[in-house]
């Protein structure tokens, strides 16, 4: 099984309609990121946990909410999707220690078109 | 705030080596990563420089230089499977990573 799981792979919606991506993930780790990655561009941050109480907004939080429920989860929403949120969205995970926030283990990706 | 840049293509043939460089802006430094990224699919962490010099893992190695902000991943014995992306990343704090652009690794038969 993977460590690093999300769902759904693949989505399509309308605009305005509330979406939530799931990551869950089995390695145990703290740290847990989201992201998103538009064509020929590197991955964004977008918000970042480092334990159930610890949420952080990244670099481009706007128009998204997040919520950790667990430590093994870490689901994000978009309350009202527009067209320019159409995107890869990633989740990671990371240990705790010095250093290993350089070492981030991705899920495979979620797919999202807006419509 | 923290920026990286990265040529966006470099090509190759199968066997040859090929070094992809990465210069950065950070306030303050953590360390340098490097993600690949084979298209449709996940990244996947590579090697990361904490410290000046050269760190190798097999066929790939990663190099430092703090006082250029420089850095490069250099690919040997390139087969066809490393066609994918590759980027480097640096944390802006102890928290969050940066990512590059990424740089577009085409390697020809």
């Known amino acids: 099984d993977a460590d690093v799981t999300q769902t759904p792979r693949n989505r399509i919606t309308k605009t305005g309609k509330r979406i939530m991506l799931e990551c869950s993930q089995t390695?145990?780790?703290?740290?847990m990121y989201w992201y998103r990655q538009d064509p020929g561009l590197g991955l964004r941050l977008i918000y970042y946990s480092f334990d159930v109480k610890d949420i952080n907004k990244g670099e481009i939080s706007d128009g998204y909410s997040v919520s950790r429920q667990a430590q093994a989860k870490f689901s994000l929403s978009l309350e009202s999707a527009i067209p320019n949120q159409t995107a890869l969205y990633f989740c990671a995970t990371s240990d705790v220690g010095q250093g290993t926030v350089l070492r981030q283990f991705f899920g495979p990706g979620t797919r999202l078109t807006v419509l | 705030g923290q920026s990286l840049e990265q040529p966006s293509e470099v090509t190759a043939v199968e066997g040859a080596i090929v070094q992809i460089n990465c210069t950065y802006q950070?306030?303050?430094?953590?360390?340098l990563s490097w993600y690949q990224q084979h298209d449709g699919g996940a990244p996947t962490f590579l090697s990361y420089?904490?410290?000046?010099g050269l760190e190798e893992t097999g066929r790939f190695s990663s190099f430092l230089s703090r006082s250029d902000s420089y850095g490069y991943l250099l690919l040997q014995e390139l087969q066809m499977k490393d066609s994918a992306s590759y980027f480097c990343a640096v944390p802006g704090s102890a928290r969050q990573l940066t990512f590059g652009s990424g740089t577009q690794l085409t390697v020809l038969p």
């Open positions: 950070t306030s303050g430094f953590y360390g």
């Open positions: 420089n904490a410290l000046d």
């Open positions: 390695k145990g780790h703290d740290r």
